[in-house]
């Protein structure tokens, strides 16, 4: 097993959750992500992207790490860009740090949607701010980690059919939930949480520490 964990240029604090999803991970940096690296004391290995968001003083001072550098005028983002390379480079699962926030929306849509893709594809992926966390969930059980107290909603890529969820403070049982709702919004873990889905896409939003850590 591979995992690799990728610096995107969303939000990310150091968390012991963080910090144990990090040990023992090969790390690429995407664009403007390199700033996370001094934080989390790490060197990545690779440096991808186009570089228009990168300040000149973190050029300088990660002029020694190699990179894959693209043309502005590109088809990918600087995130897909680091995927595929990990990809390439063997990673069978994916910690996508600094997923949430920033200053691009639509760049965070897109971490959300193509972490449904992958773990479609046979990949595993989290995606992290530290604050937060997003895993995709797709038909079948799965179960997590989270202590008690723990905030989460589960978001609907789709309708979802059959939605169980378990350990919840408001647990559900089979229920249906049209593309859009609500009903899956701002639940509590209450012991061992299992979610399990019949059919659709979803992503699990979940807050294993407080905003303001």
């Not at 859009?180 to 509590?188: H, K, V, W, Y």
């Not at 299992?194 to 059919?199: C, E, G, M, V």
Request: charged share 20%.
């Amino acid at each position: 097993m591979s995992r690799f964990f990728i610096l995107l240029g969303g939000d990310l604090i150091r968390t012991p959750r963080l910090e144990a999803q990090l040990a023992g991970s090969r790390v690429i940096a995407a664009d403007s992500g390199i700033r996370h690296a001094a934080m989390l004391d790490v060197m990545p290995e690779l440096w991808v992207g186009d570089f228009d968001s990168t300040p000149a003083d973190l050029l300088d001072d990660y002029s020694g790490v190699p990179r894959d550098v693209f043309p502005p005028d590109k088809d990918n983002t600087d995130g897909e860009l680091a995927i595929a390379a990990a990809l390439d480079m063997g990673a069978t699962s994916l910690v996508l740090a600094g997923a949430f926030g920033g200053s691009r929306a639509d760049h965070a849509y897109l971490h959300l949607a193509l972490a449904v893709r992958l773990a479609e594809d046979g990949t595993p992926v989290v995606l992290t701010s530290g604050h937060q966390e997003g895993r995709p969930l797709l038909p079948g059980t799965t179960s997590f980690d989270y202590p008690d107290g723990t905030v989460f909603s589960v978001i609907g890529f789709s309708e979802l059919s059959g939605l169980t969820e378990t350990g919840a403070k408001w647990p559900l049982d089979r229920v249906e939930v049209p593309f859009g709702s609500s009903l899956t919004l701002s639940n509590e873990v209450r012991g061992n949480l299992r979610i399990a889905l019949d059919s659709g896409r979803a992503m699990l939003i979940a807050h294993p520490y407080p905003s303001d850590i």
